[in-house]
């Protein structure tokens, strides 16, 4: 499975940025997609992510400014952020959960490379 994402830049803060993700090459259904983030010198955290029922998780930091969505293309995800903080400067990854295939669950993980956002105090 690969993922590019796309979007990321530089934005003073109080600005907006939409971050875009594509996820291709799977031989297994996509069931769900998500967005984390790592700051310098930080753990990964989950920013948002779409859940195996079709709920929606955010962080307790970005609630109420980011928004996650599916694209209206297949295996696309999107996160509209706005109200950017400095403290959202982070490298953003895509990620995307694999389910069943024709005959075989996978059930794994995938990470894209990561798309750099820096917000400007």
């Known amino acids: 499975v690969q993922l590019q994402a796309s979007g990321g830049g530089l934005v003073q803060a109080g600005g907006s940025l939409r971050l875009s993700c594509v996820a291709s090459g799977s031989r297994f259904n996509i069931d769900y997609m998500g967005w984390s983030r790592q700051a310098p010198g930080k753990q990964r955290e989950l920013v948002a992510s779409f859940t195996s029922g079709g709920s929606i998780n955010y962080a307790d930091s970005v609630k109420g400014r980011f928004i996650i969505s599916r694209g209206n293309a297949k295996n696309t995800v999107n996160l509209q952020m706005n109200s950017l903080k400095a403290e959202d400067t982070a490298v953003y990854y895509c990620?995307?959960?694999?389910?069943?295939?024709?005959?075989?669950?996978?059930?794994?993980?995938?990470w894209g490379k990561g798309t750099l956002v820096t917000v400007s105090s």
């Open positions: 990620h995307a959960h694999t389910g069943w295939g024709v005959k075989e669950y996978d059930g794994n993980d995938y």
